[in-house]
């Protein structure tokens, strides 16, 4: 057995192309986790089949190999095993959970979902329906539609951060099982993916089961996402009225640096400051508890492996979203020109470094950790160093992430609700 700390991973040399990183599970856990991160976002969707990331992302884990949904899930439940999956524009990751003795057993299981999905039209037509009413919440739901219309606001058509991967009825409807399985063959691939797991299993014995397990994965090279370059231009504003709903959701946001930047740790610390960390953040006490204009008010930096996001939001009445917009246009501005001072500095730096012990408390919450940074091909004592680097970070260094983070010149305000109030109080 294998005793170490969860924050420094060890990283085996590729196979084939494809990674293998194993981390240690915190102290007196009962359980292990592996992932399957890899190049099938939906930033990679035909435009004629918009969602088909998403979908295939969500069948995988339906029905595998010789296993249809029910015969999966009690699979599962005999062993006392979950299986889980998530996409963004970039990458589509799956991961399995269980007990920690039960991991050499499991890893079939998560190898039958990657490489043999079965794609049975009863489980598509079931996850059809299911996105035509994401779709139908995204175009009615002031939260959602302003999420949506921001990123159309910031990102011109052909980026793969313009969408939020769930295409249209039209798209969704030409996304058949031809459709799924072409996408899965071209990007559930070895070059450009890792099998990450979180046990106490030596990594010679890791690499072993990945080899055997894995074996079948494609060495085929899958293309890659590119960038267009963003043009500087000035602020937009998008105002879209529904009427019938009770609240109004206000997004400020714009494109933002990739994770690996060496402006990222500022950056982070600056967006803690802003709204990350909701009750000591700006945007919650200016909005919130001095003026109690908002139900919430926050910010999130969205950092991925070739840019990024960040959004400042905030969901307020009818009465009060015209109080709110410039209050957060102003915090974000006020960020950018002064950056922040040492006290506030050191406090949210105190708060961020503390929060980091949770994130050992489970396997499940260390090992998002130690997924994150496979897929960035960070160092492999990224986490272990983190709370040195954020101790680093000077007041001028916020300043100057926070200009280059959350750049001006490419922002855009979202403003989604019942925008028609009688009055304005």
Known sequence: MIESSPLRLEYAEPIDGLRVVRQSPPAGAASFSATYVGPAGWGFDPAAERGVARMVNHLITTAAGRLDRVALARRLDRAGATLSRDTSPEAAEVTLWGPADAWRSLLPVLADVVLRPRFDPEDIARLRRQLFERQLREETQPASRAERELRRAVFPPGHPYRETGLGDRRTVERVDRAALRRFHRAHYVRTGASIVLTTRAPLRSVVEAVREEFEELPRTVPERLELPTLSDRRATTVRIDLAGRSQVEVRVGGPSIPQSSP???????????????????????????????????????????????????????????????????????????????????????????????????????????????????????????????????????????????????????????????????
Not at 354 to 381: F, I, K, N, Q, W
Not at 390 to 419: E, I, K, M, Q
């Open 263 to 425: 402006d990222y740790p500022a950056a982070f610390l600056a967006n803690e400051a802003l709204g990350g960390r909701p009750l000591l953040g700006r945007l919650f006490q200016r909005v919130r508890e001095q003026n109690g204009l908002a139900y919430h008010a926050s910010s999130h930096l969205d950092t991925m492996r070739l840019g990024g996001s960040w959004t400042a939001a905030a969901g307020t009445g009818p009465e009060r979203w015209k109080k709110v917009v410039p209050m957060l246009e102003e915090e974000v501005d006020r960020l950018r020109r002064r950056g922040v001072p040492q006290g506030e500095l050191d406090s949210v730096r105190t708060s961020a470094i503390g929060e980091m012990a949770l994130a050992l408390e489970s396997t499940s919450d260390a090992h998002e950790l130690a997924v994150e940074a496979a897929y960035h091909e960070l160092p492999r004592d990224y986490w272990a160093t983190w709370p040195e680097r954020l101790r680093a970070v000077t007041p001028a260094d916020v300043r100057r992430a926070a200009r280059r983070a959350f750049d001006p010149n490419r922002s855009a305000t979202v403003v989604v609700g019942p925008l028609r109030a009688p009055r304005d109080v």
